[in-house]
C-alpha cells in the first residue's frame, strides 16, 4: 500500500504506478503508463504525459508541462511554467529556475522534443532549448539553444552540430 498523499482533485491515468512518499497536489494530470518514483513532489497544475519515468526526489513547484515519453531522473527540480516537450531525458540533479534578479516570475525554461539535459545542469529562466540538442553535464544554460546542436561549459557555449 502506497504512503503517498494524492489530492482527490488529481487526475491519474491507466497504468501508473505511484511509489511512497509522494505528494501530489491538486490539478495534477499524469497520464497513461507513467511510473513515479518515491518522494517525489508535484504541484499543483502539473501535467505530465503517457510513458514516463519520474525518478525519486524529483520536484515540480507547479504549472509545467511535461510530455509523452520523458524521463527526468533522481533529484532534478522542474520550475513553475516549464515546458518539457515528448521523447526529453534529463539527467540527475537538473535545476530549472524561474524568477529573474529581482525575483520576478519569469516562467522556467521550455525543452523542445528529442533533448537530452546532462548531470546537474542549471537552465535559467526563459530560455529555450531547441529540438535534438544536448546539453552537457554541469552546464549553466542562459540563452536560447538552437535545434540540432551540442552545448556544454559555464556558461554553456556552442560546441558543434549534433547530427
Known amino acids: 500500500m502506497s504512503k503517498s ?24 494530470i499524469i497520464g497513461d503508463n507513467t511510473e513515479i518514483k518515491n518522494y517525489v513532489e508535484l504541484r499543483s497544475s502539473t ?11 524529483v520536484s515540480s513547484s507547479g504549472n509545467c508541462i511535461i510530455g509523452n515519453n520523458v524521463t527526468i ?35 522556467g525554461a521550455k525543452i523542445e522534443e528529442n533533448t537530452f539535459i546532462g548531470t546537474g545542469s542549471v537552465l535559467h529562466h526563459g530560455i529555450t532549448i531547441g529540438k535534438n540538442s544536448v ?19 559555464n556558461p554553456a557555449v556552442f560546441k558543434k ?3
Open 161 to 163: 552540430k549534433n547530427i
Open 47 to 57: 501535467k505530465i504525459g503517457s510513458n514516463c519515468l519520474i525518478d525519486s526526489k
Open 135 to 153: 546539453i552537457g553535464a554541469l552546464s549553466f544554460v542562459n540563452k536560447n539553444i538552437p535545434e540540432n546542436e551540442i552545448w556544454f561549459g
Open 73 to 107: 531522473r533522481y533529484h532534478s527540480i522542474i520550475a513553475r511554467g516549464s515546458v518539457i516537450k515528448d521523447n526529453v531525458y534529463i539527467s540527475p540533479k537538473v535545476m530549472f529556475n524561474n524568477l529573474d534578479e529581482d525575483k520576478n516570475q519569469i516562467g
Open 5 to 28: 498523499i494524492i489530492s482527490v482533485k488529481a487526475q491519474i491515468g491507466k497504468n501508473v504506478k505511484i511509489g511512497n512518499f509522494c505528494i501530489i497536489e491538486d490539478d495534477v
